[in-house]
């Protein structure tokens, strides 16, 4: 969403907006097509609503994408959206989000074939 850049922008999520309205439509369109099954399609529309309703809430108080530095408060005692995936649950942060691609694809088998004389042709 345009203008949630910044690290303190945050707190200016709307989840009545209408530009959060089209991401919810997107997923759920999305899934449609991954899941083939419209029933699961609503449940991770209505599943993604619900974290952007948490997150409206949370913005009537100073928040925060992230907050690295777990030895100082963030400024203002602001709450932090995200923490690292595998952190301690004590850590700050209320959503666990991956902070490399490598947490979030499954390994790929991936074989070496070695072409014969025939296949170069």
């Known amino acids: 969403m345009r203008g949630l850049a910044p690290e303190i ?7 009545a907006s209408a530009e959060f309205i089209k991401i919810l439509d997107d997923i759920k369109a999305r899934s449609l097509a991954v899941l083939e099954s419209a029933t699961k399609g609503e449940v991770v529309r209505r599943v993604a609503e619900a974290y952007g309703d948490n997150w ?4 009537n108080d100073p928040l925060r994408y992230r907050w690295i530095n777990d030895s100082q ?22 959503w ?3 902070t490399s691609l490598r947490e979030v694809e499954r390994t790929a088998a991936f074989y070496l074939h070695t072409a ?6």
Do not use: I, K, M
Not at 9 to 15: P, T, V
Not at 56 to 59: D, G, K, P, Q
Not at 116 to 121: A, I, S, W
């Open 116 to 121: 014969t004389p025939d296949e170069v042709g």
């Open 56 to 59: 409206s809430r949370w913005a």
């Open 73 to 94: 408060p963030p400024p203002q005692n602001a709450r932090v959206l995200l923490r690292a995936t595998g952190t301690a649950p004590g850590t700050r942060g209320l």
């Open 96 to 98: 666990e989000a991956p």
């Open 9 to 15: 922008a945050a707190q200016q999520f709307d989840s």
